[in-house]
């Protein structure tokens, strides 16, 4: 069964850090592409970050550049995402997304991914 499964959302204050976890099973997420997405409520789905699991590279939205890291480990079939320096605006429901092909120009389009994450839930409040 093809699955993608994250974890490690939760209430933070701000300024804080969470680590989001998204486990791939039952393909390998080796030359995908790979991005978090996020959902705040009343607020259309917007992409965060996106890397192409090809060269590595990676493409932050401009709100989260230089808090937010994404990251894979190959040897776990998992990706991560590192947010440090949360603000209270980073509250959303966040998703993995991977698609098949990491060439694509358009990796911050929810169309270029075929399979989604069920969501983790992140909150930053005092």
């Known amino acids: 069964q093809l699955q993608l499964v994250e974890s490690g959302g939760g209430l933070v204050q701000p300024g804080g850090s969470l680590r989001l976890s998204c486990a791939a099973s039952?393909?390998?997420?080796?030359?995908?592409?790979i991005a978090w997405f996020r959902q705040a409520p009343g607020k259309e789905r917007e992409a965060v970050s996106c890397?192409?699991?090809?060269?590595?590279?990676?493409n932050y939205a401009d709100s989260v550049k230089g808090r937010f890291t994404t990251s894979i480990d190959n040897a776990k079939n998992t990706v991560y995402l590192q947010m440090n320096s949360l603000k209270p605006e980073d509250t959303a429901v966040y998703y993995c997304?991977?698609?098949?092909?990491?060439?694509?120009?358009?990796?911050?389009?929810?169309?270029?991914?075929?399979?989604w994450g069920q969501g983790t839930q992140v909150t930053v409040s005092s």
């Open positions: 890397i192409r699991n090809s060269r590595g590279t990676t």
């Open positions: 997304a991977v698609g098949p092909n990491p060439f694509t120009l358009r990796c911050f389009e929810a169309g270029s991914y075929n399979y």
């Open positions: 039952g393909f390998t997420l080796n030359y995908k592409l």
